[in-house]
């Protein structure tokens, strides 16, 4: 549903489509350390759960050390956490420590050289609160076991209230309305072989925040209100960012069902693309990648990488303005 500051270009979206269908993902993304760690099945799921509850916000999440930022970085810890700290992902553990012990170990997990006040994690407090809340939601609900947890859904993201997604909601940590981190986690068991969707019409894509950035600057997304578009580009802080989200899950819905390609694949297209290469620098205008090595080359198999894969279908590889375009900031546990 289009709101008077935003529209969905349909017409974009299609040729924005035209690119995404010639994509093929490198087959080692799907085997990495993070989806096949040799661990049971149930700690596996606490690693998945815990790791995508505080994964929001995490621009200044970096490991200079590994060279690794946001995401790339909670999965190698908290794959490190599941094989050498398996105590840290326990739902009746984290529920009954205190937040200040809580605090030490997660900011020292996040560390290079295990100084928690050298840790770049931040938000800390919050991030604890929401392990400590879903921990709480598990253990009340299904005995402290995800895997009675998915098992009562029956595969489905929505089953008369006992979906995936309707379960998530009853937690704080997995709230939001346009269902980011529950896709996301969704995405990742599925991945993991896990779990395995059977109403896959009721996904909803993830909407990452360098996938709106990547939707709005190609044009799939267009500000139609000029206040809200001189926000964007000066990166100021909204009171709400709904209007533009979920457009952009619009948007996404739409280039998947011209693609073809599956909603949940366009995240393993549009946010290494946003991260890498449409990121403070852009491939089309500087003609190098921001990030070394690229995610979007690792991800994807190419020919080359001298130019972005969708400069020919993106607005902002021709027009300035299209590239001054920012997410919206907003200060959210949600994504």
Known sequence: MESPLVMVNQQQCRQVASGVRNLVIRPEFSTRLFLTLPVSSELKLRMLFYSVAICHQTRNLVSNRYNLYGWEYIEKVFCEIALHQPLLLDPTYISGTNEEELSLSLRLAFSDNQVAEHSSLDRVEERIMLMKELSNFVIHRFNGSYTLLLGSTGNHLLNNGMGLYELLEQSLTFSDPARKKSSFLAKLLSDSGLYSIEDTLNYIPIMDYHMMRVLLRMGCVEITDPILKQALSGK?????EEPVRQAC????????????????????????????????????????????????????????????????????AENQDYRELWEPFTETHFY
């Not at 100021?236 to 709400?240: C, E, H």
Request: with cysteine.
């Open 236 to 240: 100021r802080v909204l009171k709400t």
């Open 249 to 316: 899950i619009e948007a996404m819905q739409l280039i998947s069902r011209e693609s073809g390609v599956d909603p949940w694949i366009m995240n393993d297209i549009f946010w290494p693309l946003g991260r890498s290469c449409c990121n403070e620098t852009t491939l089309c205008a500087a003609h190098v990648c921001m990030k070394q090595p690229c995610t979007f080359e690792n991800m994807i198999l190419l020919t080359n990488h001298k130019k972005c894969s969708f400069e020919t279908n993106c607005k902002g």
